[in-house]
């Protein structure tokens, strides 16, 4: 189905996001490649090599000139949010002087998302009417009637004494879980939080055990308040690792200098292991014999809320340089970089919001798995979502027709060349499946799996964190104790 159609079908959508900006974007000229159907077929890659331009103009030509800023970000242009320099003591003063709403540590995570652009065009946390949109619909529809992807809710919820505080006043003040001052949401909207039906909607599944829910649903405020953000100053971690959170406009101007003419993003959660390497290393491959000459791989770690059985993140990013120190991927042709949103594990959904924060983030393929954003179901022994249907629905969401989605073949542990390889179902029992969660049992336990699964240097890093952190749990266990 055509984007047209899509439009067509959806019409009775008569409800509108913020103007978009007069000024065009200067990724506006770029020459980019689109996916016109669904290419979750046995020849992934081959099926991307399509030469019409974005739909969003009809003046772009083939013969302009490849550039690496390939995509158009969604809404024309990157939203920044973060107030300039020089008005900064006057805005201060201004926020200091209103209601005040306090944050929480993932809705700075959030602040952070929406103050660079990863949102685009969102400006703030969402009115009810693109929460509405955006938990039924899984897209935001632009006064020019076009539409952008948005599957999950980007909100801010409040509780009954905030909304109080704040009464009739259009505009609050933002405060950090520090106390310091954040920035000031302005016109804003307070509406019912319905927890259930967001839990529902976004989940598909009310069960108890939901790790994003846990955290940041369950205790939330019963309101939600929406408006537009104006940041005071760059939202930093101070953790060592702000030199890896790039924004969106600072990844295309890296994309840029480096002349790419082809961006592929992977996304994890997980320390890179040597079948990820694989899958990134091919389709680089498969990139240059398509004709690109220089596609550069956006390995993109998630850097936001996790739940507490992942991997830290200072720990996989110390991981992932082990991975490009030993050659298992090129530098010279690998950025990473952290992508600072929360992890929601909402299987279909949210990859969906992966995807779109890669389009503006300037990468015209994104990678896709089994399972991606998914995870055990929280009650009974089994996934909570078919794993198979994130890439699917990747290659039917409407808002995201002009990304290149790029399903992988599976990759296992070949126990006859002792080496991650892709799976041959001829001879099946050759391969070993090494999951996530057995992956971190090996380390936790001080086994080393098999010859060839990680990159020695990078392993090491994974055993050092579990014997620190069982070093830690064995002190307060005899803090305990003794007391």
């Known amino acids: 189905m055509s984007l047209s159609m899509k439009l067509h079908v959806t019409n009775h959508l008569n409800l509108k996001l913020y103007p978009q900006t007069s000024e065009r974007s200067s990724y506006a000229d770029a020459k980019t490649k689109i996916r016109t159907k669904a290419i979750y077929h046995r020849n992934q890659l081959i099926s991307q090599a399509y030469k019409p331009t974005m739909h969003v103009s009809s003046s772009f030509s083939s013969s302009c000139p490849v550039k690496s800023s390939l995509i158009e970000p969604d809404g024309g242009a990157l939203v920044d949010l973060v107030v300039p320099e020089s008005e900064r003591v006057k805005k201060t003063l201004e926020a200091e002087a209103l209601p005040k709403l306090r944050l929480t540590k993932v809705d700075i995570e959030w602040v952070l998302v929406i103050s660079e652009g990863w949102a685009s065009p969102l400006r ?6 693109e929460y509405l949109q955006s938990l039924h619909f899984s897209c935001l529809r632009m006064e020019d009637g076009s539409v952008v992807n948005m599957s999950l809710p980007i909100v801010l919820a409040i509780d009954d004494e905030t909304k ?4 009739s006043s259009p505009n609050v003040g933002m405060v950090g879980p520090n106390g310091d001052l954040v920035g000031i949401l302005q016109s804003i909207e307070i509406y019912k939080h319905n927890k259930e039906e967001r839990i529902a909607r976004t989940w598909g ?5 939901l790790p994003y829910v846990e955290e940041v649903i369950t205790h939330a405020g019963n309101w939600l308040v929406g408006g537009d953000l104006e940041v005071l100053s760059p939202i930093k ?3 060592g690792l702000d030199h890896y959170r790039l924004s969106p406009q600072q990844l295309r101007k890296e994309f840029d200098r480096r002349q790419a003419d082809a ?3 992977f996304q994890l959660r997980n320390p890179v292991h040597n079948g990820h390497a694989l899958l990134m290393n091919d389709t680089r491959r498969r990139l240059l014999e398509m004709g690109y000459k220089n596609p550069i791989l956006l390995l993109h770690p998630l850097g936001g809320f996790t739940k507490s059985d992942d991997v830290p993140l200072d720990v996989r990013m110390e991981q992932h340089g082990k991975v490009l120190e030993d050659g298992v991927l090129d530098p010279e042709t690998t950025i990473v970089a952290i992508f600072p949103s929360p992890m929601h594990y909402a299987g279909p959904t949210e990859v969906q919001w992966h995807a779109k924060a890669r389009i503006n983030a300037g990468a015209n393929f994104y990678i896709v798995g089994r399972d991606p954003a998914g995870m055990g179901h929280p009650t009974e022994k089994r996934d909570l979502y078919d794993p198979d249907h994130g890439k699917k629905v990747l290659s039917m969401a409407l808002g995201l027709e002009k990304l290149n989605i790029l399903p992988f073949r599976v990759a296992a542990y070949d126990t006859v060349d002792k080496k991650m390889a892709f799976f041959d179902p001829s001879r099946a029992k050759d391969f070993l499946f090494i999951s996530g969660t057995k992956m971190r049992t090996y380390a936790r336990n001080g086994e080393n799996p098999p010859d060839g699964f990680m990159c020695p240097r ?5 055993v050092k964190y579990y014997e620190s952190l069982q070093a830690e749990e064995a002190s307060l266990q005899q803090a305990v104790l003794t007391t």
Request: hydrophobic letters at 40%; zero cysteines.
């Open 263 to 265: 961006v592929f993003a």
């Open 205 to 209: 599944t009310t069960a108890p055990g």
């Open 458 to 462: 990078g392993w090491k890093v994974l």
């Open 164 to 167: 109080e505080r704040i009464g």
């Open 237 to 239: 971690y101070n953790d």
């Open 124 to 129: 703030g946390f969402m009115r009810e009417n």
